[in-house]
């Protein structure tokens, strides 16, 4: 299999419609507009592939939940404060039980903000964002490669739960290019339980996200409850590099990891031994791992591009277990590896490196 050397919003959009998406709806935002092109380009060439650009970020997320309902694959994608407005979207496809991909190319926030990388959204992402009890599953890349295969298996994972996966990457994820291997996507499992009849072979549904009898309504908030808990079980991913010897590790996610991992390599020639534990899926967070770690490691730092988002996750999983430092850089900056590792050094009393 041939490398092929693709910034990382066209590696979504490949990724996305070998996978299958043959509906796709969105608006042009910074700084995830490459990914919008790319699919206004290519899936006319797909079969059966529909572009549509909307006329907002509301009419996308709701166009899609009309397709998805229709049994298609679909897919949106938006940057920060395009993805607020598609959270009542998002609700809805939750409470409708639609699969669907939504893509946020993380900006500099809040409000309007800028159009730098930043990992302000991720409170937005992993809680749900819209209203109601429901959770979107959240994947987190950190290489154009794993775009690649993330994107793919996101497709499968909405599929098999019947609901929406968000996509989480920053601006410079979404600009940066490197080689990737997009590998075969696997057969699809069509979910023809949901389908609308005449949309394929499967029994029709009626769906409906409106439940006035608060009885059918708990009940439906406890079965979705229940699905969340089994994907709670099953589907967390994460990395751990280099933390056999490891005295302190950094949590970071995404672009942070990325620093991290230069951050390391520099504080290891200087002879300190730090690891990283990188959760790929931001919801399900890997808690009960992280926990694991800390069974021989007393000192982490969470290490994010923003004021501390997912640091409360980490003190979920660690509280009592293990000291907790947080270092962040909010609103569009970019750190760099030796900003990271000169903080590292003074936790531990070291001079700068």
């Known amino acids: 299999m041939n490398k092929v050397l693709m910034s990382g919003n066209n590696v979504i959009g490949e990724a996305a419609i070998r996978a299958g998406c043959r509906f796709y709806a969105g608006y042009p935002i910074t700084p995830q507009n490459e990914l919008t092109e790319y699919m206004a380009e290519h899936m006319r060439t797909a079969e059966g592939g529909v572009f549509l650009q909307s006329e907002s970020e509301i009419a996308a997320i709701n166009m899609i939940a009309g397709a998805s309902a229709a049994g298609v694959r679909v897919m949106t994608s938006s940057s920060s404060p395009g993805i607020s407005l598609k959270q009542e979207g998002i609700s809805s496809m939750a409470a409708c039980e639609l699969p669907g991909i939504i893509v946020n190319i993380m900006r500099g926030g809040p409000g309007l ?28 890349p950190d290489t154009c490669q794993e775009l690649a295969d993330l994107t793919m298996d996101a497709f499968d994972l909405a599929d098999k739960y019947r609901t929406p996966v968000m996509i989480l990457a ?3 994820m979404g600009q940066m290019m490197e080689p990737v291997i997009f590998k ?48 709670s079980e099953k589907e967390t991913l994460f990395e751990e590099h280099r933390v056999d010897d490891a005295e302190l590790v950094i949590v970071a996610y995404g672009t942070a990891a990325r620093i991290a991992k230069g951050a390391i390599k520099r504080l290891r020639s200087h002879g300190m031994n730090i690891g ?19 069974v021989k490691v007393k000192n982490f730092l969470v290490f994010e591009m923003s004021t501390g988002q997912m640091l409360e996750d980490v003190r979920l999983a660690l509280q009592g277990y293990a000291n907790i430092d947080f270092h962040g850089r909010p609103g569009g900056a970019v750190p760099t590896p030796s900003e990271l590792a000169n903080v590292v050094a003074r936790i531990y009393n070291k001079k700068d490196l």
Not at 119 to 134: K, L, P
Not at 184 to 213: C, E, H, N, V, W
């Open 113 to 140: 903000g800028n159009i730098r990388p930043s990992q302000g959204d991720y409170f937005q992402a992993t809680r749900g964002g819209g209203h109601g009890d429901y959770r979107t599953i959240v994947i987190a």
């Open 184 to 231: 075969k996507p696997k057969p699809r499992q069509y979910p023809g339980k949901f389908m609308l009849r005449g949309a394929g072979t499967g029994k029709s549904k009626f769906i409906r996200g409106l439940l006035l009898d608060p009885i059918d309504s708990e009940a439906h908030n406890w079965k979705l409850a229940r699905k969340y808990q089994v994907i």
């Open 276 to 294: 990283l534990f990188r959760p790929i899926t931001l919801w399900p967070f890997p808690e009960a791992k992280l926990r694991t770690l800390s």
């Open 170 to 172: 920053d601006g410079m």
